[in-house]
Structure formats: structure tokens, C-alpha cells
């Protein structure tokens, strides 16, 4: 299993590309396809076929499958080959596994070096009711100034409808060039608002640090917003730059829908040494685990923050922690996505993103559709969510609830007489 080609993201597709993804790069010739459309379907058919998780396909007959989509159809075009790939697809009734075509795959390859052009929206699916739902806003995003939310549902993108929408067709419509405009509505509670985004360049900043002066002392403040190509050599040199500085350590995993797998591991790494961080078993049974091996970085006392847009390489890292008991878990109940992502490049430049695993935390909990419970549950009060929303300065600070649970929790580790010293 080539870890650095694995995903963990928590969304199926993203509008604004961000870079959550890894890829395998195969060398194909594109001739036969150029021949005939028929051939990119197949080489999808066989991918699945080969590598999916679920061996019954959802209760499908996939050689059936073949006949149906392969055999006895004839294709007059690519438009038409990648119509019927997607139709493919939708039997197996997973949202993260999915296909790209070339323009979606070479954002996605873009968006691994840290920057990408879009809205800074990302989107998820939600299993039950199969709407589109705002995951995070990034922040310093066209989407975070314009108030846009996690759990905001996606009604409508330029007045077309999103319902039965998939998740590549929202991509397509939100992507444009730099400068454009994108008219979103969304659904809040019970509210129905309009925004007009203009699309923009954006940076990618996985990493953010502050220096806390909290009651436990100097606090180093980290936020992992997501685990890129550049996450891992970001976090060690965060924690290198605060460890002589600091007493005490608050990660923040809220809003962050995941990335790489092995950037969660290497970041794992730098808090703990001879333990499991995660175990992953395909659809044959065969299991990979992930070891922490005498690569940490700090053993100062960690809090980690999570919410529920907190998701897949997030679940990971943090039910790593949680599991091996390095860190105390605080915040709301996190996303649940338990399933890694295998994206293939295909003949004719476009890609296929292929659910290829589930992913166990070290005590073998399966997270998916469950997520990570906090040691601590506490969650944010909608006018505590306003505030923070509206001035997002006070984020990491005493005056955000979960931080300052957080410090307490921090307070009690270092003052075993503190009213908090019972607090797990």
C-alpha cells in the first residue's frame, strides 16, 4: 500500500480544490482511448474491480456490471464515456468514490503544491439526506468573508438546483477563472441566504501558531487546517520553533477535512514513539498498521481540539492520540469518515478516486459514519459559534469555550490540587 498516494479526505470533491488529496501518477498510452471512448469505461470497471473495498460492489453483480456499461454499449464520444462512468459508479453508493475528469484531475494535482483558485469552499455529501453540505470555509477565503458556514446545505449555484446534484457537477459549477462570480444559495437552520463569491487565488496555509499566555502557563496554540503535501514539515517546524518557548501544547483539528495519510502519520510521529497510530484492512482482509518509531519531537502535555467537520486524516491523528492516551480529546463529536482513497490517473488524463480501505485507531475502533467521541464533550453554543464566526481573532483564545477548556484541562496536568485535577 503506497501510503503517500492514499486520501483522507473528508469530502468527496471540493469546490474550491483544496489540497487534500494525494494521487499515483501511472504512465498510460492514450491511443486506444482516442480509438474508442469504450476504453476509459473498462479501464474504470477493471480499477474497481480490482481494488474496491466492499468485494459484493453494494450487492452488485459486477461482471454484470461489465456487460451492461461494457460489452453492449458502444460510446460516440468522451462526453458520453464519462457519463456513463459516473452512472457507473453511482451503484456502488459511495460518495468518496468517484471520477475526475482531466480539467477536476489537474486541479487536483495543482492543488497539492499549496495554492489553488476557487471559492475556498469545501463540500461534503451527507449520507442521509444526500444533500451537499458547506464542510469548512478556508479561511482568509472568498467563502469565509463571505460568512459561509460549516453545515450550511448547498440549495442552488447560479439558480440551478442542487438537488440529486452529485458532488463532481457542484465542482464544475462553482470552478471558474480568477475575478469571475458565483452566485451560492444556502440553507441555515431554517434561514435561506444568498451570496455572490468572487473567485480568487488563494494560499494554502496548513499550519497556524500563537505563543497562549493562559493560567497553565505559555501555551503553544497550533492549527492544522489540513494535511497537504507540506503539512508534516510545517507542523515540525512549528513545534521545534515553540517547544523551547512553551509548557504545554493545544492542537486545534476543528474544521479540518483531512488530507494524506502518511501526513497524519508523520505528524503523529512527532508526539509519540512505539505505538500503533492506525491500522488499515482492504477488502481481502489484509491489514497495513502504522507505527509511531522513535520520532517524537516533544512530550510536553497536549490537548486536542475537534468538531464535527473535523474528518478522516483528522479522526486519525486524533484517535491516535486519544487511543495511546498522549493527548486529552476536547470538543464535539467528530465527522466519521473511517475509508482511504486510492486516485489513479487514467489513459486519457482524467482520474478515478477509488474507496480501497477502512481505517481502524489503534485500540481498533471503526470510526465510520461514528466518529471520535472527545474525552471532554463540549460544544458551542450558537451565539459562542456567531461570535467566533464574526471575529475569528478570538479563535484559539480564552475566549473561545473549547480552548479554555482546553487550558483547564492543561491546568489540572500540570497542578495536581487544581478543582480540575479529576478531569481525564
Do not use: C
Request: net charge neutral; hydrophobic share 40%.
Amino acid at each position: 500500500m503506497a501510503t503517500k498516494g492514499l486520501v483522507l479526505g473528508s469530502t468527496a470533491a471540493l469546490a474550491t480544490a483544496v489540497a487534500i488529496i494525494g494521487f499515483q501518477l501511472a504512465s498510460p498510452s492514450v491511443a486506444a482511448f482516442r480509438e474508442n471512448p469504450k476504453e476509459i469505461v473498462d479501464e474504470v470497471w477493471q480499477t474497481i474491480n480490482r481494488d474496491y473495498v466492499d468485494g459484493t460492489f453494494n450487492r452488485n453483480d459486477w461482471r454484470q456490471v461489465r456487460r451492461n456499461f461494457v460489452e453492449n454499449r458502444e460510446y460516440a464520444s468522451k462526453a458520453d464515456a464519462y457519463r456513463a462512468v459516473r452512472e457507473m459508479l453511482k451503484l456502488l453508493d459511495d460518495p468518496y468514490t468517484r471520477f475526475l475528469d482531466p480539467e477536476q484531475f489537474r486541479s487536483m494535482q495543482i492543488e497539492t503544491s499549496g495554492e489553488l483558485t476557487g471559492v475556498g469552499l469545501q463540500l461534503g455529501m451527507d449520507d442521509k439526506t444526500k444533500e451537499l453540505v458547506v464542510i469548512a470555509p478556508i479561511e482568509d477565503s472568498p467563502a469565509a468573508a463571505a460568512g459561509l458556514k460549516a453545515r450550511d446545505v448547498l440549495v442552488s449555484i447560479n439558480g440551478k438546483s442542487t438537488r440529486d446534484m452529485d458532488l463532481n457537477a457542484a465542482v464544475s459549477l462553482i470552478r471558474g477563472p480568477v475575478n469571475t462570480k458565483v452566485q451560492l444559495q444556502v440553507r441555515r437552520g431554517t434561514q435561506i441566504l444568498d451570496f455572490e463569491l468572487t473567485r480568487a487565488r488563494i494560499e494554502l496555509h496548513a499550519v497556524k501558531t500563537e505563543i497562549r499566555d493562559t493560567p497553565a502557563g505559555k501555551v503553544g496554540y497550533i492549527s492544522l487546517r489540513q494535511f497537504n503535501a507540506n503539512a508534516a514539515a510545517d507542523m515540525r517546524k512549528a513545534i521545534q520553533t515553540l517547544n523551547p518557548q512553551v509548557s504545554s501544547y493545544v492542537l486545534d483539528l476543528r474544521s479540518n477535512p483531512g488530507g494524506l495519510l502518511y501526513a497524519s502519520a508523520e505528524i503523529a510521529r512527532m508526539f509519540m514513539d512505539n505505538v500503533t497510530i492506525v491500522s488499515t484492512i482492504d477488502r481481502k482482509g489484509e491489514s497495513e498498521r502504522l507505527i509511531a518509531n522513535r520520532q517524537s519531537i516533544t512530550d510536553k502535555p497536549l490537548v486536542v481540539l475537534v468538531d464535527g467537520s473535523s474528518a478522516s486524516a483528522s479522526e486519525i491523528l486524533a484517535g491516535a492520540l486519544q487511543d495511546n492516551k498522549r493527548a486529552v480529546v476536547v470538543g464535539a463529536p467528530t465527522f466519521g469518515k473511517g475509508l482511504v482513497q486510492s486516485v489513479q490517473s487514467l489513459s486519457d488524463g482524467s482520474g478515478l478516486a477509488v474507496t480501497i480501505a477502512k481505517y481502524y485507531t489503534p485500540s481498533g475502533r471503526d470510526i465510520n459514519k461514528s466518529g471520535i467521541k472527545p474525552d471532554i464533550v463540549i460544544e458551542l453554543s450558537k451565539a459562542d459559534s456567531e461570535r467566533l464566526s464574526q471575529n475569528r481573532e478570538l479563535i484559539g483564545t480564552m475566549a473561545d469555550p473549547q480552548f479554555a477548556k482546553a487550558v483547564e484541562v492543561l491546568v489540572a496536568r500540570t497542578n495536581p490540587r487544581s478543582p480540575s485535577a479529576t478531569l481525564p
